[in-house]
Protein backbone atom coordinates (compact mmCIF):
# COMPACT_ATOMS: atom_id res chain seq x y z
CA UNK A 1 0.00 0.00 0.00
CA UNK A 2 1.06 3.65 -0.51
CA UNK A 3 2.34 5.51 2.85
CA UNK A 4 -0.07 8.06 3.63
CA UNK A 5 2.58 10.32 4.07
CA UNK A 6 6.07 10.22 2.64
CA UNK A 7 8.49 8.36 4.75
CA UNK A 8 5.85 6.34 6.89
CA UNK A 9 5.46 2.67 6.90
CA UNK A 10 2.07 1.96 6.74
CA UNK A 11 2.16 -1.50 5.47
CA UNK A 12 3.41 -2.93 8.63
CA UNK A 13 1.79 0.02 11.44
CA UNK A 14 -1.23 -1.06 13.04
CA UNK A 15 -3.17 1.96 12.34
CA UNK A 16 -2.76 1.63 8.59
CA UNK A 17 -6.77 1.33 8.22
CA UNK A 18 -7.86 3.99 10.96
CA UNK A 19 -8.12 7.39 10.25
CA UNK A 20 -5.82 9.84 9.33
CA UNK A 21 -4.65 13.24 10.90
CA UNK A 22 -2.70 14.87 8.53
CA UNK A 23 0.41 17.71 9.78
CA UNK A 24 -0.72 21.11 9.83
CA UNK A 25 1.90 23.16 8.15
CA UNK A 26 3.03 26.79 9.00
CA UNK A 27 3.65 29.61 6.33
CA UNK A 28 5.65 32.06 9.53
CA UNK A 29 7.19 28.22 10.88
CA UNK A 30 8.91 29.16 13.88
CA UNK A 31 8.28 26.24 16.01
CA UNK A 32 6.88 22.93 15.59
CA UNK A 33 4.64 21.46 18.48
CA UNK A 34 4.98 17.44 18.37
CA UNK A 35 2.59 15.34 19.98
CA UNK A 36 1.56 11.71 20.45
CA UNK A 37 -1.18 11.42 18.17
CA UNK A 38 -4.68 12.64 16.96
CA UNK A 39 -7.82 12.46 19.74
CA UNK A 40 -11.19 12.70 18.70
CA UNK A 41 -11.49 16.19 18.13
CA UNK A 42 -8.82 16.29 15.88
CA UNK A 43 -9.91 12.88 13.86
CA UNK A 44 -13.61 14.68 13.73
CA UNK A 45 -12.01 18.25 12.68
CA UNK A 46 -8.89 16.34 10.62
CA UNK A 47 -6.80 18.72 12.21
CA UNK A 48 -4.08 18.03 15.01
CA UNK A 49 -4.28 19.92 18.26
CA UNK A 50 -7.89 21.09 17.87
CA UNK A 51 -9.17 19.22 21.07
CA UNK A 52 -8.26 20.84 25.32
CA UNK A 53 -4.62 20.09 24.71
CA UNK A 54 -4.13 22.16 21.61
CA UNK A 55 -5.84 25.09 23.48
CA UNK A 56 -3.66 24.55 26.31
CA UNK A 57 -0.63 24.64 24.13
CA UNK A 58 -2.27 27.60 22.35
CA UNK A 59 -2.89 29.58 25.82
CA UNK A 60 1.10 28.74 26.86
CA UNK A 61 2.20 29.62 23.51
CA UNK A 62 0.49 33.26 23.45
CA UNK A 63 2.77 34.27 26.52
CA UNK A 64 5.54 33.86 24.50
CA UNK A 65 4.34 36.05 21.41
CA UNK A 66 3.73 32.59 19.17
CA UNK A 67 0.08 32.38 17.39
CA UNK A 68 -1.05 29.39 15.96
CA UNK A 69 0.17 30.37 12.12
CA UNK A 70 2.80 30.58 13.77
CA UNK A 71 3.40 26.70 14.82
CA UNK A 72 3.66 23.35 12.21
CA UNK A 73 1.76 20.95 14.35
CA UNK A 74 2.12 17.42 13.57
CA UNK A 75 2.15 14.49 15.90
CA UNK A 76 4.25 10.89 16.37
CA UNK A 77 2.01 9.01 15.07
CA UNK A 78 -1.12 10.35 12.45
CA UNK A 79 -3.23 7.92 12.78
CA UNK A 80 -6.37 7.23 15.37
CA UNK A 81 -4.32 3.95 16.63
CA UNK A 82 -5.22 2.19 19.98
CA UNK A 83 -3.56 3.50 23.10
CA UNK A 84 -1.51 -0.33 23.26
CA UNK A 85 -0.50 0.10 19.56
CA UNK A 86 1.10 3.68 19.87
CA UNK A 87 4.46 2.46 20.16
CA UNK A 88 4.61 0.10 17.44
CA UNK A 89 2.43 2.86 15.36
CA UNK A 90 5.47 5.31 16.56
CA UNK A 91 7.81 3.07 14.91
CA UNK A 92 6.57 3.03 11.34
CA UNK A 93 5.76 6.91 11.38
CA UNK A 94 9.24 7.78 12.48
CA UNK A 95 11.23 8.07 9.79
CA UNK A 96 8.10 10.11 7.95
CA UNK A 97 8.11 12.72 11.15
CA UNK A 98 11.97 13.12 10.75
CA UNK A 99 11.73 13.62 7.08
CA UNK A 100 8.92 16.27 7.90
CA UNK A 101 11.13 17.98 9.68
CA UNK A 102 13.56 18.14 8.39
CA UNK A 103 11.32 19.42 5.45
CA UNK A 104 9.40 21.80 7.17
CA UNK A 105 12.80 22.67 8.79
CA UNK A 106 11.51 24.61 11.97
CA UNK A 107 14.53 26.30 13.83
CA UNK A 108 12.87 24.90 17.24
CA UNK A 109 10.76 21.81 17.90
CA UNK A 110 8.87 21.07 21.21
CA UNK A 111 7.88 17.72 21.79
CA UNK A 112 5.04 16.82 24.19
CA UNK A 113 4.42 13.39 25.92
CA UNK A 114 7.20 10.35 25.91
CA UNK A 115 6.29 9.35 22.05
CA UNK A 116 6.69 12.88 20.49
CA UNK A 117 10.36 13.11 22.55
CA UNK A 118 11.49 9.73 21.13
CA UNK A 119 10.51 10.53 17.57
CA UNK A 120 11.65 13.82 17.78
CA UNK A 121 14.87 13.45 19.54
CA UNK A 122 15.90 10.71 17.36
CA UNK A 123 16.57 8.64 20.01
CA UNK A 124 16.41 4.88 19.90
CA UNK A 125 15.70 3.60 23.65
CA UNK A 126 12.50 4.13 25.20
CA UNK A 127 13.18 6.77 27.86
CA UNK A 128 10.14 8.17 29.89
CA UNK A 129 9.63 12.32 29.45
CA UNK A 130 10.44 12.88 33.28
CA UNK A 131 14.48 11.78 31.94
CA UNK A 132 14.17 14.79 28.62
CA UNK A 133 11.52 17.25 29.42
CA UNK A 134 13.28 20.81 30.61
CA UNK A 135 16.54 20.10 28.47
CA UNK A 136 17.67 21.93 25.43
CA UNK A 137 19.12 19.60 22.74
CA UNK A 138 20.30 19.67 19.15
CA UNK A 139 19.09 17.47 16.36
CA UNK A 140 20.10 17.27 12.92
CA UNK A 141 17.28 15.88 11.13
CA UNK A 142 18.50 13.78 8.10
CA UNK A 143 21.29 13.07 9.85
CA UNK A 144 20.73 12.26 13.56
CA UNK A 145 20.89 13.32 17.32
CA UNK A 146 24.29 15.76 17.17
CA UNK A 147 23.90 16.64 21.05
CA UNK A 148 26.83 16.95 22.05
CA UNK A 149 28.44 14.34 25.10
CA UNK A 150 29.91 15.42 28.31
CA UNK A 151 33.28 15.92 27.78
CA UNK A 152 36.67 18.11 27.35
CA UNK A 153 35.83 19.76 24.02
CA UNK A 154 32.45 21.04 25.71
CA UNK A 155 33.44 24.29 25.34
CA UNK A 156 33.66 24.43 21.44
CA UNK A 157 29.86 22.37 20.83
CA UNK A 158 27.95 25.33 21.68
CA UNK A 159 29.49 27.48 19.40
CA UNK A 160 29.12 24.74 16.39
CA UNK A 161 25.32 24.35 17.22
CA UNK A 162 24.30 27.65 17.27
CA UNK A 163 26.44 28.44 13.59
CA UNK A 164 24.24 25.03 13.04
CA UNK A 165 20.80 27.25 14.20
CA UNK A 166 21.81 29.89 12.00
CA UNK A 167 22.43 27.73 8.76
CA UNK A 168 26.37 27.96 8.75
CA UNK A 169 27.19 24.02 9.88
CA UNK A 170 24.53 22.26 9.49
CA UNK A 171 25.21 19.33 7.00
CA UNK A 172 23.62 18.55 3.81
CA UNK A 173 20.22 17.72 3.61
CA UNK A 174 19.77 17.73 7.28
CA UNK A 175 17.27 20.63 9.27
CA UNK A 176 18.86 21.67 12.27
CA UNK A 177 17.31 22.54 15.35
CA UNK A 178 16.80 22.84 19.16
CA UNK A 179 14.56 20.33 20.71
CA UNK A 180 12.90 21.00 23.89
CA UNK A 181 10.95 18.33 25.39
CA UNK A 182 7.67 18.82 27.80
CA UNK A 183 5.02 16.68 29.61
CA UNK A 184 2.13 16.30 27.41
CA UNK A 185 -1.25 19.08 28.54
CA UNK A 186 -3.29 16.02 28.80
CA UNK A 187 -0.97 14.96 30.97
CA UNK A 188 -1.09 17.97 33.07
CA UNK A 189 -4.95 18.07 33.06
CA UNK A 190 -4.63 14.77 34.85
CA UNK A 191 -2.05 15.87 37.41
CA UNK A 192 -2.04 19.68 37.36
CA UNK A 193 0.58 19.71 39.92
CA UNK A 194 2.66 19.58 36.86
CA UNK A 195 1.23 22.78 35.30
CA UNK A 196 4.21 24.54 36.46
CA UNK A 197 6.81 22.69 34.68
CA UNK A 198 4.98 23.16 31.41
CA UNK A 199 4.90 26.74 32.14
CA UNK A 200 8.47 27.27 32.63
CA UNK A 201 8.90 24.60 29.58
CA UNK A 202 7.46 27.45 27.24
CA UNK A 203 9.42 30.28 28.57
CA UNK A 204 12.22 27.62 28.18
CA UNK A 205 11.37 27.75 24.46
CA UNK A 206 10.50 31.28 23.89
CA UNK A 207 14.17 31.91 25.23
CA UNK A 208 15.50 29.25 23.10
CA UNK A 209 13.45 30.61 19.83
CA UNK A 210 14.60 34.45 20.50
CA UNK A 211 18.35 33.99 21.29
CA UNK A 212 19.05 30.27 20.57
CA UNK A 213 21.04 28.35 23.50
CA UNK A 214 24.67 28.17 25.02
CA UNK A 215 25.50 25.44 28.35
CA UNK A 216 25.41 27.57 31.16
CA UNK A 217 29.07 26.47 31.57
CA UNK A 218 30.40 28.66 28.33
CA UNK A 219 28.30 31.84 29.45
CA UNK A 220 29.00 34.87 31.65
CA UNK A 221 32.96 34.49 32.26
CA UNK A 222 32.35 30.94 33.75
CA UNK A 223 35.61 28.52 33.86
CA UNK A 224 36.01 25.16 34.62
CA UNK A 225 39.55 24.18 36.32
CA UNK A 226 40.31 20.35 36.77
CA UNK A 227 42.81 20.70 39.22
CA UNK A 228 45.53 17.33 38.06
CA UNK A 229 48.39 19.06 40.08
CA UNK A 230 49.08 21.48 43.03
CA UNK A 231 49.28 24.64 40.59
CA UNK A 232 45.94 24.05 39.40
CA UNK A 233 44.18 22.94 42.63
CA UNK A 234 45.76 26.12 44.44
CA UNK A 235 44.75 27.58 41.29
CA UNK A 236 41.31 26.79 41.82
CA UNK A 237 40.65 26.72 45.56
CA UNK A 238 41.83 30.50 45.72
CA UNK A 239 39.06 31.13 42.89
CA UNK A 240 36.80 30.26 45.50
CA UNK A 241 37.71 32.04 48.56
CA UNK A 242 35.67 34.96 47.99
CA UNK A 243 32.48 32.85 47.87
CA UNK A 244 30.15 32.58 50.90
CA UNK A 245 28.38 29.34 49.02
CA UNK A 246 30.35 26.27 47.35
CA UNK A 247 28.56 23.23 45.55
CA UNK A 248 30.09 20.03 46.18
CA UNK A 249 29.16 16.94 44.73
CA UNK A 250 31.11 13.54 44.58
CA UNK A 251 31.98 11.11 42.14
CA UNK A 252 31.98 7.25 43.10
CA UNK A 253 32.33 3.77 42.13
CA UNK A 254 30.55 1.13 43.40
CA UNK A 255 26.83 1.18 45.64
CA UNK A 256 26.11 2.71 48.93
CA UNK A 257 28.01 6.02 50.37
CA UNK A 258 29.96 3.90 53.07
CA UNK A 259 31.13 1.20 50.63
CA UNK A 260 32.39 3.48 47.51
CA UNK A 261 35.46 4.65 46.28
CA UNK A 262 35.76 8.06 45.61
CA UNK A 263 36.83 8.84 42.12
CA UNK A 264 36.24 12.79 42.39
CA UNK A 265 34.70 15.57 43.88
CA UNK A 266 33.30 19.07 42.34
CA UNK A 267 33.29 22.75 43.57
CA UNK A 268 31.75 25.31 42.27
CA UNK A 269 30.59 29.42 43.24
CA UNK A 270 28.14 29.27 40.36
CA UNK A 271 31.19 31.05 38.50
CA UNK A 272 34.20 28.80 38.48
CA UNK A 273 34.12 24.98 39.42
CA UNK A 274 36.97 22.90 40.09
CA UNK A 275 36.93 19.38 39.90
CA UNK A 276 39.26 17.42 42.13
CA UNK A 277 40.20 14.12 41.07
CA UNK A 278 40.51 11.64 43.64
CA UNK A 279 41.19 8.26 42.37
CA UNK A 280 42.05 6.49 38.75
CA UNK A 281 38.70 5.42 37.49
CA UNK A 282 37.98 2.70 39.34
CA UNK A 283 38.97 4.03 42.92
CA UNK A 284 41.58 1.93 43.46
CA UNK A 285 44.72 4.25 42.48
CA UNK A 286 44.70 7.46 44.37
CA UNK A 287 45.17 10.33 42.39
CA UNK A 288 47.12 12.29 45.02
CA UNK A 289 50.31 11.02 46.69
CA UNK A 290 49.19 13.21 49.68
CA UNK A 291 45.70 13.26 49.53
CA UNK A 292 45.08 14.17 53.45
CA UNK A 293 46.36 17.62 52.41
CA UNK A 294 44.35 17.33 49.75
CA UNK A 295 41.31 17.08 51.97
CA UNK A 296 42.96 19.39 54.73
CA UNK A 297 43.12 22.10 51.68
CA UNK A 298 39.40 21.79 51.01
CA UNK A 299 38.05 21.44 54.44
CA UNK A 300 39.83 25.06 55.83
CA UNK A 301 38.22 26.36 52.38
CA UNK A 302 35.08 25.28 53.87
CA UNK A 303 35.61 25.92 57.12
CA UNK A 304 33.88 29.73 56.66
CA UNK A 305 31.65 28.90 54.38
CA UNK A 306 28.14 27.01 53.74
CA UNK A 307 28.86 23.77 51.63
CA UNK A 308 25.69 23.42 48.93
CA UNK A 309 25.03 19.74 48.40
CA UNK A 310 21.90 17.59 46.40
CA UNK A 311 20.63 15.07 48.71
CA UNK A 312 24.06 15.69 50.83
CA UNK A 313 23.10 14.27 54.18
CA UNK A 314 22.51 11.11 52.64
CA UNK A 315 25.33 10.46 50.58
CA UNK A 316 27.68 13.63 49.68
CA UNK A 317 28.42 14.48 53.45
CA UNK A 318 28.94 10.77 54.24
CA UNK A 319 31.94 10.03 51.52
CA UNK A 320 33.00 13.51 52.49
CA UNK A 321 33.45 12.55 56.65
CA UNK A 322 34.91 9.32 54.91
CA UNK A 323 37.80 10.77 53.12
CA UNK A 324 38.47 13.81 55.68
CA UNK A 325 36.85 16.47 54.04
CA UNK A 326 35.37 18.20 56.78
CA UNK A 327 32.11 20.08 56.07
CA UNK A 328 30.57 22.72 58.84
CA UNK A 329 27.88 24.24 57.59
CA UNK A 330 25.68 22.76 54.94
CA UNK A 331 22.62 23.74 52.36
CA UNK A 332 21.12 21.18 50.42
CA UNK A 333 19.04 21.96 46.70
CA UNK A 334 16.86 18.61 47.48
CA UNK A 335 15.62 20.08 50.89
CA UNK A 336 14.75 23.81 49.38
CA UNK A 337 13.18 22.23 46.58
CA UNK A 338 10.76 19.64 48.97
CA UNK A 339 10.42 23.07 50.66
CA UNK A 340 8.88 24.49 48.24
CA UNK A 341 7.13 21.87 45.77
CA UNK A 342 6.91 18.85 47.90
CA UNK A 343 4.92 17.06 45.14
CA UNK A 344 7.48 17.43 42.43
CA UNK A 345 10.30 15.08 41.91
CA UNK A 346 13.73 16.19 43.66
CA UNK A 347 15.95 14.42 41.53
CA UNK A 348 18.48 17.02 40.25
CA UNK A 349 17.71 17.42 36.75
CA UNK A 350 14.11 17.75 37.11
CA UNK A 351 15.41 20.79 40.29
CA UNK A 352 17.51 21.98 37.81
CA UNK A 353 15.37 22.68 34.55
CA UNK A 354 12.85 24.04 37.13
CA UNK A 355 14.77 27.14 36.73
CA UNK A 356 18.33 26.69 34.48
CA UNK A 357 18.10 25.84 30.67
CA UNK A 358 20.78 22.90 30.36
CA UNK A 359 21.40 20.43 27.77
CA UNK A 360 20.15 16.58 29.00
CA UNK A 361 23.57 16.06 30.55
CA UNK A 362 21.94 13.26 32.67
CA UNK A 363 20.93 11.18 29.82
CA UNK A 364 23.47 11.70 28.03
CA UNK A 365 27.04 10.56 30.33
CA UNK A 366 28.74 7.01 30.02
CA UNK A 367 30.18 7.13 33.25
CA UNK A 368 32.46 4.36 32.27
CA UNK A 369 33.70 6.41 29.16
CA UNK A 370 36.67 7.62 30.64
CA UNK A 371 37.69 9.41 33.66
CA UNK A 372 38.03 12.74 31.70
CA UNK A 373 34.39 12.37 30.77
CA UNK A 374 33.69 11.65 34.42
CA UNK A 375 35.21 15.13 35.29
CA UNK A 376 33.65 17.31 33.01
CA UNK A 377 30.11 15.69 34.23
CA UNK A 378 30.77 16.00 37.70
CA UNK A 379 31.54 20.51 36.53
CA UNK A 380 28.35 20.18 35.46
CA UNK A 381 26.47 18.84 38.67
CA UNK A 382 28.17 21.07 40.71
CA UNK A 383 27.69 24.18 38.69
CA UNK A 384 23.79 23.51 37.69
CA UNK A 385 23.08 22.19 41.23
CA UNK A 386 24.51 26.06 42.40
CA UNK A 387 23.26 28.05 39.71
CA UNK A 388 19.96 26.63 40.85
CA UNK A 389 20.38 27.04 44.63
CA UNK A 390 21.19 30.94 43.84
CA UNK A 391 17.66 30.98 42.41
CA UNK A 392 16.23 28.77 45.41
CA UNK A 393 17.79 31.54 47.93
CA UNK A 394 15.38 34.24 47.69
CA UNK A 395 12.39 31.39 48.15
CA UNK A 396 13.81 29.90 50.93
CA UNK A 397 14.71 33.59 52.36
CA UNK A 398 18.48 32.91 52.47
CA UNK A 399 20.53 36.04 52.27
CA UNK A 400 23.89 36.42 50.44
CA UNK A 401 25.35 38.52 53.66
CA UNK A 402 26.95 36.43 56.07
Known amino acids: MLPKAPGADCAHCPGKDR ?8 PRNRLAVVGEGPGANEVRERRPFVGASGRMMMKGLATIGVKRLDVHWTNAVLCDVRHKDLPTARKCCAKRLQAELATAA ?3 VMPVGALGARSALLWPKSTPIMKWRGSVSR ?3 GV ?8 PDTGSSSQRAREGLQGGSTPPGAAAAWVLPTVHPAFVMRSPQWGRALEIDVERVGRVMRFGFVEPENENGRRTIIARDDASLREGLRALEAARFIGFDVETVGLGPTSTALVC ?11 IPWARRDGSVLWWPKPQRVAAMVSTLWRSRVVVTHNGPAFDHIVAQRYGLEIAQWDDTLLAAHAIAPELPKNLAHVVTMGID ?4 KMLEDRGASVERLWHYNARDALYMMLRFAQLRPELGIQEAA
Open 19 to 26: PFVPPEPS
Open 106 to 108: PPV
Open 139 to 141: VNY
Open 144 to 151: GCSVREPG
Open 265 to 275: FGLSDGTTTVV
Open 358 to 361: VPPW
